[in-house]
């Protein structure tokens, strides 16, 4: 089986959690574009979706489903994003797209977070997959020095700009023991944005494609 077999598995798996009448979470990346294609196959009476990328809704409206504003709605029953990394705690790295801050937001406003990946995603410690870390521009070699005080390794994405004006860190060789810890030490400096590490909200399921179909963790 092909990653991209495992990851259309998990995306149509989570189509058991959509119905009528919801307003739904979209994160973002290829998980979430397979799952974003099988939900206008599914042609639900949606009362809306709440994008966390420019990508996401440019692909929602093509689609014909509505893009509404987290202003302006009510919090989404369930969002639906794919991962970098989870562990069997359910604690994420997620950002390899650029689209963190946005789906940290979606998630944190969502009543049930539900992600989906390929098995390959699956680690017993986070930090192989570099840790994204979004700062304000001008903070970024200030936070890279800190990267390096807290034992990583960063490197600027360089050229790559988020939906939300701002510069991506990629933070190589942490071996991340203390997820919780981690999240609350990086978001607490100056100029931090957003860290890829969702683990103060985790998922509350884990839906898993892989080569003996789909497991879930909750
Ligand atoms: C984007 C993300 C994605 O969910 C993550 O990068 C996984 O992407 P893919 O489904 O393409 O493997 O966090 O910011």
Known sequence: MTQDEAKQLAAVAALAHVRDDMIVGVGTGSTVN?????????????RGAISSSEASTARLRKHGIEVVDLNSADAPE???DGAD?????LRLIKGGGGALTREKI???ASGRFIC???ESKVVDVLGKFPLPVEV?????SYIARQMIRLGGTPVWREG????NGNHILDVHNFKIVDPVGLETEINQLAGVVTVGLFARRPADLLIIGGKDGV???R
Request: proline share 3%; no cysteine; net charge negative.
């Open 34 to 46: 397979l799952f974003i294609d099988a939900l206008a196959s599914a042609n639900l009476a949606l």
């Open 78 to 80: 369930v969002y639906i």
């Open 85 to 89: 990394e989870a562990d069997s705690h």
């Open 106 to 108: 979606v998630a944190a």
């Open 116 to 118: 989906i990946v390929d």
């Open 136 to 140: 304000i521009p001008m903070a970024r």
């Open 160 to 163: 790559f700009i988020t939906d």
């Open 215 to 217: 497991k879930t963790l």
